[in-house]
């Protein structure tokens, strides 16, 4: 038998490196472009820019150095003129002042009305230029015109506006030239550039120095003198700076302009203005007025040369750095070319087989598993074999992922792992998953566990109470049958958690859901919905006599002493628990209807005397239509104005005078009259309109002091106080509230006091702290109806109050003890620095009880009922007794 041959595999074709073609490709762009082109461009667009930037501020300086050129030859006719107006001056020409008109009158056709025409010329050319130098220029001729109507009238000030017109316009030429020398251009253009600058600051001086002179002559002051002075001195510096520092060009046609008879005539006029003791000739105005026309013209042909040098070199530079950028522009285009070239030969070396390798990588990220060819260069066929090697270790995962996905765990190809470090990592991982599985369905079954019962007690918790009622209600209308809810309300719970902790009142609750799970029947389900809230839920219920054997039974298991963990053996504390039922209507599925029923039957309960049970029945449930009714209309009444304020004077006793106010709650029903506000603030109070409602009696209360004020009389200046619930206090926007009517009002905070009752500061566990932060605000706090309530008189020392208001029950009482007991609060108060108001004033024997007693204020129908604002009256201490026997509202 012929043994098989053995197949040896063929060898791979040399090709060439990938690396030495990108390289190739990619250093072309990147060093030819990156390094001539970005560098070199840049560089000559930069010379190129700043010679045409510098060209353009030149232009401008030129421009705005002919308009104060003109202003300045303006200036010598113009005040010459307002000069010879002056006595001073006509005594030292010796000219009568009909002379002086002769002369004017032949300076003014020749002189005057040229020069201004000249400077309205200059100002035109210069705004038709570019919209910055217009901007510039824009209010020169109000300004020139201010100059010219102040120099008639008076030399001084007129002398002043076109000093600084002419300073302001030096300025503008100096900052363009400035700006263009700031470029950092070199070479022969930045030595233009400084010569004229230095020819633009000899010219606007030689302006500056005429203008100084006629100062001089139109006033002598040392002033005046001292700027001729400094002016003079100044520009001969300046002229010296022109001839030795500029272009020898430009120095000698300086020198030439210098040289001049007009120039030579007006220099010995201005030097011998330097002498102390010289005076100012008619002659010598004469030469300066027609001298500094000539020099100032010569002068301004030096400068125009000097600008037309800059104008000349900038526009060179410009043109050199175009050159040089069309030069670098070509050989950019050449490389560009050339790695165009290069490209495409790269192209057909590696485009093919890159382009084959990089669709099959496309399918393979699309999940196509397909053969990958080995071609190309070296470093392409490299990348496919790894390819390759990962199609094929992906198909081995695909096949293992297939068996997880069909539910064979267990199966071969699952448990053995594919070659490799990543078939290791894939078994480590497909391990891992198996775990998680079943982690993942434990973790779910203990989160849905977590989400439908209350961590405390275990109990089905709210959510899971209406899910369980609304499935028990469905079951009941299948089979005709109905359903119970037992509502339990645990009596004096919050005693026990405030007396002894959260600890301890989480333990009772604890306690107290086990008992009720030994008191059910089996099929029974207990649930907590929060708080001290318990509901059991009872199916297949026959009559109602069942339900409340049942609650009787929880109230007495509840009602048993508990012993709590940290209080001593002998030490237990008792609860009760007040319980509604309520009963489902066959055919009825609302779960949330069902709850509140009961959860109302419970309120009843409680309302009853705790520790019973209640049923919710058909006149439960038209007491609770009504009060939604009530409530609706309430909040509906709020909304469109039904509800005023009513105020009841508080008089101070010591003075006998009305000091401040309470304000009343008062609903004008449309159709029902005036409702008494115990008949629709409990409603209010039982839900969250009671903050609403209190809302808008601090705002209304506070707008109404205002009110008072503005009319005056013996309403204004008083105090104002508001009853806050406590189901308004204990939330966290009072605050809010009561800063917001203040600011609204303008009102001081002191003039506010804020009522509570002696209830809340139990009940209410944010109220000290909310207190407190009212004290802080200025507002003053007062306790409504104390003696009521549960506060002991050594806790006033550490309430945030200032204010007791003593019960009507104990002011009215004819008993002996609460007399005492009225003088004995009265006492303790003033113990503790608070004041004190007596409520329910009606007899005169009553409030000299209270002024023996050293009462600080009181209030009752002895003095004045509640009435609306306008028909408060000025409410005294009555002179006689007086017997109110009217009932109160």
Not at 75 to 98: H, I, S
Not at 554 to 581: F, K, M, W, Y
Not at 739 to 765: C, M, W, Y
Request: charged share 20%.
């Amino acid at each position: 038998m012929t043994p098989a041959r053995t197949r040896l595999p063929r060898r791979p074709r040399r090709s060439r490196p990938l690396q030495s073609t990108l390289l190739a490709l990619v250093l072309v762009p990147v060093v030819g472009l990156s390094a001539v082109a970005v560098v070199g461009v840049d560089d000559r667009l930069g010379h190129a820019r700043d010679a045409e930037t510098a060209l353009h501020e030149v232009r401008t300086a030129v421009a705005l150095d002919d308009v104060r050129s003109a202003v300045g030859q303006e200036v010598v006719p113009v005040l010459g003129a307002a000069a010879l107006r002056q006595p001073r001056v006509l005594a030292a020409f010796g000219l009568t002042p009909e002379a002086a008109e002769r002369i004017l009158s032949e300076r003014t056709t020749s002189g005057s009305a040229g020069s201004t025409a000249a400077t309205d010329a200059a100002v035109a050319a210069a705004r038709t230029g570019d919209a910055a130098r217009a901007a510039v220029v824009a209010a020169l001729p109000e300004r020139l015109l201010q100059a010219r109507t102040m120099t008639a009238g008076d030399v001084d000030t007129g002398l002043a506006l076109y000093d600084h017109l002419l300073s302001d316009l030096t300025t503008q030429v100096n900052a363009h030239l400035k700006e263009a020398r700031s470029l950092g251009l070199e070479g022969d253009l930045a030595s233009a550039l400084a010569d004229l600058q230095r020819v633009s600051r000899a010219s606007a001086l030689a302006s500056h120095e005429i203008t100084a002179y006629l100062g001089t002559v139109a006033d002598a002051q040392t002033v005046h003198r001292r700027d001729f002075l400094r002016v003079w001195g100044a520009y001969q510096q300046a002229s010296a700076d022109v001839v030795a520092l500029t272009d020898p060009a430009i120095a000698a046609d300086w020198s030439a302009a210098e040289e001049s008879v007009s120039s030579q005539r007006l220099d010995e006029v201005l030097a011998a203005t330097t002498d102390r003791d010289a005076t100012t000739t008619l002659a010598g105005l004469t030469v300066v007025g027609m001298g500094s026309a000539d020099r100032d013209a010569a002068l301004r042909a030096v400068l125009a040369r000097a600008a037309a040098v800059v104008v000349d070199e900038a526009q060179a530079q410009a043109d050199v750095a175009r050159r040089e950028l069309q030069q670098l522009l070509v050989l950019c285009g050449l490389v560009v070319a050339a790695t165009l070239v290069g490209t495409l030969v790269v192209r057909r070396v590696i485009a093919g087989p890159l382009g084959r390798l990089a669709e099959q990588s496309r399918s393979v990220a699309a999940g196509e598993l397909v053969d990958v060819q080995e071609q190309g260069p070296t470093e392409v066929r490299v990348v496919a074999q790894g390819l390759a090697a990962a199609v094929d270790t992906l198909r081995r995962v695909q096949v293992q992922a297939e068996a997880i996905a069909a539910g064979e765990l267990d199966c071969e190809v699952v448990r053995t792992p594919v070659p490799g470090p990543l078939g290791q990592i894939v078994h480590a991982s497909v391990t891992q998953v198996l775990a998680a599985f079943h982690e993942r369905e434990q973790l779910q079954a203990d989160l849905a566990h977590q989400a439908a019962h209350d961590a405390l007690t275990e109990l089905p918790n709210r959510a899971q109470t209406l899910v369980l009622t609304e499935r028990a209600l469905h079951r009941a209308a299948r089979q005709g049958s109905r359903v119970g809810l037992l509502f339990l309300d645990l009596d004096h719970f919050k005693a026990v958690n405030d007396s002894f902790g959260h600890a301890a009142g989480d333990e009772l609750l604890r306690t107290a859901a086990a008992r009720m799970h030994a008191t059910v029947r089996g099929g029974d389900v207990v649930c907590r919905l929060g708080g001290d809230e318990f509901v059991v839920l009872v199916e297949g219920v026959e009559d109602e006599k069942g339900l409340v054997d049942l609650g009787e039974r929880l109230i007495t298991a509840l009602s048993a002493p508990v012993a709590l963990a940290g209080l001593p053996q002998a030490q237990h504390v008792r609860v009760g628990a007040s319980v509604g039922v309520a009963v489902s209507v066959p055919g009825t599925l609302d779960a949330e209807r069902l709850v509140r029923d009961a959860d109302a039957a419970a309120y009843r309960a409680k309302g009853a005397g705790r520790g019973v049970v209640e049923v919710f029945d058909d006149e439960l449930r038209a007491e609770l239509s009504a009060r939604t009714e009530l409530e609706t209309a309430l909040r509906s009444g709020l909304d469109s104005g039904e509800l005023v304020l009513y105020y009841q004077p508080v008089l101070d006793l010591e003075t006998g005078r009305t000091k401040s106010v309470e304000a009343l709650v008062r609903w004008i029903r449309p159709g029902h009259g005036l409702v008494p506000p115990d008949a629709f603030i409990p409603v209010a109070e039982a839900s969250s309109l009671v903050c609403d409602l209190g809302r808008w009696a601090l705002a209304e209360a506070t707008a109404q002091l205002v009110r008072w004020d503005a009319e005056g009389g013996h309403r204004g200046g008083l105090d104002v106080a508001v009853n806050i619930s406590g189901r308004h206090l204990a939330q966290a926007h009072l605050l809010d509230d009561v800063t917001d009517a203040l600011t609204a009002s303008g009102i001081h905070p002191n003039r506010l006091t804020v009522e509570i009752t002696e209830t809340v500061l139990v009940d209410e566990p944010l109220a000290l702290e909310h207190l407190r932060s009212l004290r802080e605000l200025g507002v003053r706090v007062a306790i409504d109806d104390f003696g009521t309530g549960y506060t002991s008189i050594g806790q006033l020392s550490r309430l945030p109050v200032d204010v007791l208001k003593i019960d009507r029950s104990f002011v009215s009482s004819p008993e002996a003890g609460n007399a005492d007991l009225v003088r004995l609060l009265i006492s303790a108060a003033h113990s503790f620095s608070l004041g004190v108001v007596a409520e329910g004033v009606e007899e005169d024997g009553q409030l000299s009880a209270l002024l023996a007693a050293s009462c600080d204020a009181a209030q009752g129908y002895l003095f004045a009922r509640p009435v609306p604002p306008s028909e408060l009256p000025a409410a005294e201490l009555p002179a006689t007794p007086v017997l109110v026997t009217e009932p109160r509202t």
